[in-house]
């Protein structure tokens, strides 16, 4: 099994910035794609980003082109989402999520994986 614990959620101001972490452990795989992605309340889970963990290729979704950054540390077998200029509409929960399988980096059923979350909440 995989274990994807998420770090880094908070509360902060319009305008502001975090940093969130996901640190993944267990069963290992030759070639996989990192994703996060979020949900408001009320909403359905949308894409936000994604990193091919061999080649470094990224996506993002276009509401955060510009303003969030995905990394990774193979190392540390973390990915990490970079968060600048924040606004009110970026509050929810985020999760990291892996998945194998080829395709659209996007496609949330192509994930397997998931972790529990962490809360993002930007006050206007």
């Known amino acids: 099994q995989v274990q994807l614990v998420e770090s880094g959620g908070g509360l902060v101001q319009a305008g502001g910035s975090l940093r969130l972490s996901c640190a993944a452990s267990?069963?290992?795989?030759?070639?996989?794609?990192m994703g996060w992605f979020r949900q408001a309340p009320g909403k359905e889970r949308e894409f936000v980003a994604a990193?091919?963990?061999?080649?470094?290729?990224?996506d993002y979704a276009d509401s955060v082109k510009g303003r969030f950054t995905i990394s990774r540390d193979n190392a540390k077998n973390t990915v990490y989402l970079q968060m600048y200029s924040l606004k009110p509409e970026d509050t929810a929960v985020y999760y990291c999520?892996?998945?194998?399988?080829?395709?659209?980096?996007?496609?949330?059923?192509?994930?397997?994986?998931w972790g529990q979350g962490t809360q993002v909440t930007v006050s206007s």
């Open positions: 990193i091919n963990w061999n080649w470094g290729s990224t």
């Open positions: 999520a892996i998945t194998t399988r080829s395709g659209s980096y996007s496609s949330l059923g192509r994930y397997d994986y």
């Open positions: 267990g069963r290992t795989f030759s070639s996989f794609v």
